[in-house]
T-cell receptor, first 110, second 114 residues
Framework: GIQVEQSPPDLILQEGANSTLRCNFS?????LQWFHQNPWGQLINLFY???GTKQNGRLSATTVATERYSLLYISSSQTTDSGVYFC????????????FGQGTTLQVKP | DAGITQSPRHKVTETGTPVTLRCHQT?????MYWYRQDPGHGLRLIHY???????DKGEVSDGYSVSRSKTEDFLLTLESATSSQTSVYFC?????????????FGPGTRLTVT
């Protein structure tokens, strides 16, 4: 089956720093989403980005489908950015299920 | 916010007892999903539904059954709970009517089987 690998697994930043999270996947996908799971366990949608580039405030994402990777950029990080960031992909012809990576745990220190 | 609620939010039960978790949505989306989240495994699909009374298995369906008698409700039942089913359960919907559309998740149910 498809493999979804996220890097780095853990990341510690000082408030105000920038970071890049990476998601590699081993097959063509029809759906790619980035989520933030906050310390209370809630999964928050960040981007729906099967291809191209999107920006939302301090966050942006780029997916290069032909090279099978996606990047999530966080600029001027804040303590509220702490939590786990998941990349999830959906395959063509599939049930629509999402296959999740293992996540990147981000801690932003004040 | 996709109008998804889950109940109960927390439950402790004993091995061997039946448990039903409820997912309720307010926006009439066709596709609904049940995932479980465990340390070291991320989120994995248990069952999904593509319409009223239309359901199918996901990758970790053993020990679980589902029902969908109304568009807005998707029930997950553990017929005889085991300790390996201790997990956080998330319901999701696919917005936009297609199975490849963006998925949104409910708040989760934390289930402990003692």
């Amino acid at each position: 089956g498809i493999q979804v690998e996220q890097s780095p697994p853990d990341l510690i930043l000082q408030e105000g720093a920038n970071s890049t999270l990476r998601c590699n996947f081993s097959d063509s996908v029809n759906n790619l989403q980035w989520f933030h799971q906050n310390p209370w366990g809630q999964l928050i949608n960040l981007f729906y980005i099967p291809s191209g580039t999107k920006q939302n405030g301090r966050l942006s994402a780029t997916t290069v489908a032909t090279e099978r990777y996606s990047l999530l950029y966080i600029s001027s990080s804040q303590t509220t950015d702490s939590g786990v960031y998941f990349c999830a992909v959906g395959l063509s012809g599939n049930t629509g299920k999402l296959i999740f990576g293992q996540g990147t745990t981000l801690q932003v220190k004040p | 916010d996709a109008g998804i609620t889950q109940s109960p939010r927390h439950k402790v039960t004993e091995t061997g007892t039946p448990v039903t978790l409820r997912c309720h949505q307010t926006e009439n989306h066709r596709y609904m999903y049940w995932y479980r989240q465990d340390p070291g495994h991320g989120l994995r699909l248990i069952h999904y539904s593509y319409g009223v009374k239309d359901t199918d298995k996901g990758e970790v369906s053993d020990g679980y059954s589902v029902s969908r008698s109304k568009t807005e409700d998707f029930l997950l039942t553990l017929e005889s709970a085991t300790s390996s089913q201790t997990s956080v359960y998330f319901c999701a919907i696919s917005k936009g009517g297609g199975r490849m559309d963006e998925q949104y998740f409910g708040p989760g149910t934390r289930l402990t089987v003692t």
